[in-house]
Each structure stands twice: as C-alpha cells, then as structure tokens.
C-alpha cells in the first residue's frame, strides 16, 4: 500500500500469496516503483518481509526503509531498557533512539504498556501451565514407577507447547535406586529478569538517521493500522470469515478493505485536527449510543402515524458533537418498506 507521510492512503498492489514473504521484496519494491515511479519514498517493513540481503540491496539502491527487527536483537539494547531515557512519543507509548555502528542505521527500542501487559499475562499463563504440568509428572512418578525416558518425552512435550516461558524452567529426570524416574526444577531468576525488563518491548531499525525517535515509530505504525484495515469485516463490519476461491473475489474484498481504510484515516485526520486526539475508535464508540426511535400513533380509521425520531445527546456527546462541527436533526422520514 502507498500512503502519504500522514498515512493516508493513496494506492495499492496485490501480490501473490503462495510465496515465502522474504523471497517477495524485491518483486514488490520493483512493480510499486514501475507503477507509481521511483519517489524518495520510504519502504516500511515487518521483520517478517526481509532479511541481512534485502537489507544489504536496499542500501545499495539508496532506497529509505524503516524495519521491524526479531525479538532477540533487543539483547544487544538491555542497557538501553533499564535506562531512564525514554520518550513519550503517543500514550501508552515510549520510544528512544539508539545509534547503529557506522552512523548510517539508527535503531529505535520501543515500550508499549498494552503490549507489556499482554506478553506479561501470556508469560505467567504459560509458567502457570508448565509448574502444574511438572507437579503433576512428579506425583505421577511418586505413584508408580516408570522409566526416566518416557518421562523425558512427556517433559519435552509439555516445555515445547508451552515454549514461551520453556526457557524459565531447568528440569531434570533422573532416576532413584531401583531405575525409576524422578522429576526435578528449578526456575533461572536471570530469564525472568530479562522477561520483565523486555515484555512490551521491540526495535526498528532505519536509515533515516535524521529523523527522531517520534517521527520513525509514527511511520512504522502506519503498518499497525495497514493490516488492522483487513480486519474490518470481521470487526465494525461483523461479517464471518470469508473464503474466496476466485480471484475477482479477492481483489474485490481488498477493495472492500482498502476503502474502509481510506475512510477510516480521513476520520481520524478529522478528529485530529479538532483536537479529539489520535484515536477516533473511543469518539465513534461515544457517539454510537446516539439512537434512533420511531414513535407510533394509532389513529380511529385505522391508519398509523410513523414518527422517527433522534435522541437527545448527552452532554458529553453534544461536546463531541460540537468540535465536528456536527448537528444532530430532531427528526428523519420514516421509509416504509
């Protein structure tokens, strides 16, 4: 999708889905170049889109991109992370800006309370599931004897479909006098402490190294609200999950998203410049209780008078109403079908 630096979009280009997503960058940086001409644009691109290569022929071909980057590079930020030298850059939301070796990259370490919140729970529910596991194969072993490999397995099985919080437990099978298994653990204090310290935390990585910390993670999370428009049928629009098996098909569901898109980023610019913020969804949601009711009245020959009718805002909604600069009619023609 091409969109402006605001993120409003402007086009876009469907692809082949049956193809590794990293083996498809080049194809995809070519056709959006052919179509839309070679613009000192900026590419912004999920870690799962490219790799050191793509990197590597981005620089070579002076295009500007901004990445995301997998989890384990935060390592090499842990200093970073535990500093104080974080910027607000939305709410919920800080930012810092770390220089790459070389001076031509910047990396930003980026902390999201909502996503803190989120990793934190599933961490906790996985430990949850691997200690009563544990517990229970220890018991198990207590009852009745059995042999320390089968044990083994079932200890590998329960780490690996629980393998986000697999790395905080050491556990050892071993064996009593008599050959039969025994289960024992321990949890590592340093990967807890590195899972609190990074929970809610990723990097980006750019070659815009004038711009700051603010400005490159508002640009990436262009991508966020990109791929949150191809929800839209099965949130606002409540639709279930469709299916296509023709092409048109696809291309016409695209459409479908892209427009929603369109209307959804004009919202929001709406409500922006009025001063109600970055996020239009919580205006929406408040406005959305304003209802319409249709007042009906029997008449002697029979005949109904039909009056539809519009609530009265509250205050707080007649405050919204007011910064759009919208008025709310006392009534509409009732349309009979």
Known sequence: MVVTR?????????????????????EIVETMEGRYGAADRIWVLDRGLVSEDHIKWLKTHSRRYIVGTPKSLLRRFERELAAETWQRVRA?????????????EVFVVCRSAARRDKERAMHDRFERRITEGLEALATSCRKHAQLPVAVAQRVGRLLGSNSRAAKLFQVEVGADEHGAATVQWTMSPAWRGWARLSEGCYALRSNLVEWNAED??????????????FRIQKS????????????????????????AYVLW??????????????????????????????????????????????????????????????????????VGL
């Not at 490159?216 to 428009?229: N, R």
């Not at 610019?269 to 929406?284: I, S």
Request: aromatic share 6%; with cysteine; proline share 5%.
């Open 216 to 229: 490159l993670w508002t640009a990436y999370i262009h991508l966020t609200d990109a791929e949150t428009a």
């Open 265 to 334: 980023k004009t919202l929001a610019q709406w409500c922006h410049a009025v001063g109600l913020g970055e996020e239009p969804r919580k205006v929406f949601a408040e406005l959305s209780e304003i209802r319409l009711v249709d007042v009906v009245l029997p008449t002697r020959d029979g005949l109904e008078l039909r009056k539809r009718c519009v609530s009265r805002p509250t205050e707080h909604q007649a405050i919204l109403l007011q910064r759009l600069g919208l008025s709310l009619p006392t009534h509409l023609e009732a």
């Open 92 to 104: 919920g939301v800080e930012a810092q800006l770390c220089a790459a070796p070389g001076g031509d």
């Open 236 to 259: 606002d629009l409540e639709l279930r999950p469709i299916w296509h098996q023709k092409e048109e098909r696809v291309q016409a569901h695209i459409l479908v998203c892209f427009l």
């Open 6 to 26: 605001e993120g409003l979009p402007l086009g876009y280009e469907i692809f082949a889905g049956n193809t590794n997503d990293v083996m498809t960058l080049r």
